[in-house]
């Protein structure tokens, strides 16, 4: 199946900081990216759904000035985590689709840690 | 969305078939239904996406019956490596399909 990456797969910040996580399609254009977060023994939470060249739709709850989502182009999205706090501390999963009757794909996550 | 409801865990030994049975009662016309598996601390993994009736791949088999208001995965002969969470998820694979997961069913094989 196609590959999906994402970047870093672990990282440990500080309270307040931001952290970048980066998603990239690797060998195929994907129009669509998802954006999830995952506690421990849960289901995938589901916070946006980026197109790319617009604006992302965020779920319900997911506040979008803390999770900026930038998906600038078909191969590469960013989710970055502003003034983090231990709260945010969770799994989170890209996936990314070529589109819209093809399945997505997902990256092997991201754990972010804040201390 | 359709929802989806799955057992919560199930329990296997190696070498059993494995089957897994989602319901999704309010399914519409246009969806599709998709698997996935997942390993801790990985991303999931599609496993096998069908519409009607039956369709079979390397790893598994879907079966879906004529009302498509429930869908079953069988996993041929299991071994430890299935050990894992698998999600059904029900969605339109035209005009914007958002990928929502449910609970999904934690599978146990044992030895």
């Known amino acids: 199946g196609a590959v999906v990456s994402q970047h870093p797969s672990r990282v440990i910040c500080k309270s307040g900081t931001s952290v970048k996580i980066e998603c990239r399609s690797l060998?195929?254009?994907?129009?669509?990216m998802f954006w999830y977060r995952q506690f421990p023994k849960q289901s995938l939470m589901l916070m946006a759904t980026?197109?790319?060249?617009?604006?992302?739709?965020?779920e319900q709850g997911v506040e979008k000035d803390k999770f900026l989502i930038n998906h600038a182009s078909l191969t590469l999205s960013t989710l970055t985590v502003t003034s983090a706090h231990p709260e945010d501390s969770s799994f989170y999963i890209c996936?990314?689709?070529?589109?819209?009757?093809?399945?997505?794909?997902f990256g092997q996550g991201t754990r972010l840690t804040v201390v | 969305l359709a929802k989806t409801t799955q057992p919560i865990s199930m329990d296997s030994y190696e070498g059993q078939e494995v089957n897994i049975t989602c319901s999704h009662n309010?399914?519409?016309?246009?969806?599709?239904i998709t698997w996935y598996q997942q390993f801790p601390s990985q991303g999931p993994r599609f496993i096998i996406q069908?519409?009607?009736t039956k369709v079979t791949n390397e790893v598994a088999s879907l079966f879906i019956p004529a009302d498509r208001k429930s869908s079953t995965l069988s996993l041929p002969r299991v071994s430890l490596s299935d050990t894992a969470v698998y999600y059904c998820?029900?969605?339109?694979?035209?005009?914007?399909?958002?990928?929502?997961f449910g609970a999904g069913t934690r599978l146990f094989v044992k030895a």
């Open positions: 060998d195929f254009q994907a129009t669509t």
């Open positions: 996936s990314a689709r070529a589109g819209t009757n093809t399945e997505a794909f």
């Open positions: 069908g519409y009607k």
């Open positions: 980026s197109n790319e060249g617009s604006k992302a739709t965020y």
């Open positions: 998820l029900v969605g339109a694979s035209a005009g914007g399909f958002k990928t929502i």
């Open positions: 309010n399914i519409a016309t246009n969806d599709y």
